[in-house]
């Protein structure tokens, strides 16, 4: 897999598609985020990552208008918002592809790719829909053996990406994937990951979320590292290594501070057994 042109930055004059600037959010007398940053470009995947508690599905609601934020703002396209429902952030390009995907897994692939968005006034108009599905996949570079297939019965990578073609089909300018490799092997994984570089080229906007620094790594732009709803660390992909995002999402110092007491502890083997015979 490619990584991202270095080439491929958007115009400098260009507005972001979507820009949070120091954005909190408060359940009651919880805290979930707080002075969290956030810029989305054209052409460009922003990886959001941070293990489970961090803030990222609140993050997630917030862009997908599903919870409005409580400081901060929001902008897309340059002009101040505050969503009020999913639809309005739909009607607004931005499309978020959740962890679970929300499919029916009986239903045939071009029904759950038309779920909602149905063609035709008085009756379905099944053959415009199939053939609609079927080059939609095709222009992602997804061919399946057959449309007509219950989408249960393809891999979940290959859900995630029907997911994905089906955002850029219906003129999602902004694309959100929560946890898109979350319960993939390998293989799988790389065939998402495949499909997330390929919106990004077809000119979306990407967030990904994720709390796996070398999935981001691979097609990643820039980087937002959240912890408990605060921002630990926002860098672009010439600022950072992989050892060094992966050290910040680990814990870094807290990461060095456990492993000195498991060795203190006797749990650990001292630093200097470790790694003596070369393994």
Known sequence: M?????????????APLVELVDVGKNYGSVLALRDVSLLVE????????????????????IIAGLHAHDAGSYRIAGEEVRL????????????????DLAVVPLMPVWRNFFLGSELGRFR?????????????????????RDVDQPIGTLSGG???????????????????????TAALGVKQSGVVLKYVAAARDAGLGVVLITHNPHHAYLVGDR???????????????????????TAEMAGGSELAELSHELRRAGVAPPESESGADGT
């Not at 490619?2 to 260009?14: I, S, V």
């Not at 054209?42 to 997630?60: E, F, H, M, Q, R």
């Not at 009020?84 to 962890?99: F, K, N």
């Open 158 to 180: 290959e859900r995630q990406c029907v997911a994905i073609a089906r955002a850029i089909h219906f003129g999602a300018k902004v694309l959100v994937l929560d946890e898109p």
């Open 124 to 144: 379905m108009d099944v053959p415009t829909m199939r053939a609609t599905t079927r080059d939609a996949l095709l222009r992602m570079g997804i061919d399946l």
């Open 84 to 99: 009020s429902s999913p639809r309005e952030a739909l009607d607004r390009g931005i499309a978020t592809v959740y962890q």
């Open 223 to 245: 980087f937002l590292l959240l912890k408990r709803g605060r921002m630990a660390g926002s860098h672009t992909r010439a600022e950072i290594t992989l050892e060094q995002l």
């Open 2 to 14: 490619n990584a991202p042109p270095a080439d491929a930055a958007p115009l400098a004059d260009a």
């Open 42 to 61: 054209a052409g460009a995947i922003s990886c959001v990552l941070g293990d489970n508690g961090a803030g990222k599905s609140t993050l997630i609601k």
